[in-house]
């Protein structure tokens, strides 16, 4: 299940990472609104924000949406764990800040990180 999130839920993006979704999070930007409907519709994300208009707006394009109704960030992952019955064991695989798998790297590899 992949998630993109509005800058209103950046805590709770970086928790679903770290439970291992991917969640994308779009920050404050010129038509912030259009650019997540576009890519929830073109990446098959579910949006999830607590802007009631933007919800609807997804939801009238089809798109899987929800609205987090709780400003805690323990409560909205109950809200968001029981409405996709999603599991909340950590699996840190991926980046909380970027949203990229982590993985080891290759021996070669560790020359780029000297530079």
Do not use: H
Not at 42 to 61: G, M, T
Request: charged share 35%; net charge neutral; aromatic share 6%.
């Amino acid at each position: 299940m992949k998630f993109i999130a509005d800058r209103m839920l950046g805590r709770l993006s970086r928790w679903l990472r770290l439970f291992g979704y991917d969640t994308l999070e779009i920050k404050k930007q010129e038509n912030e609104d259009d650019l997540l409907l576009e890519l929830a519709e073109k990446e098959d994300r579910i949006l999830i924000s607590r802007d009631a208009i933007l919800i609807r707006k997804a939801i009238k394009k089809g798109l899987g949406a929800y609205d987090v109704q709780s400003p805690n960030i323990m409560e909205q992952l109950c809200e968001i764990r029981t409405q996709f019955k999603l599991s909340f064991e950590p699996r840190m695989d991926r980046c909380t800040i970027c949203n990229s798998l982590i993985r080891k790297i290759d021996t070669s590899e560790i020359e780029i990180l000297k530079t």
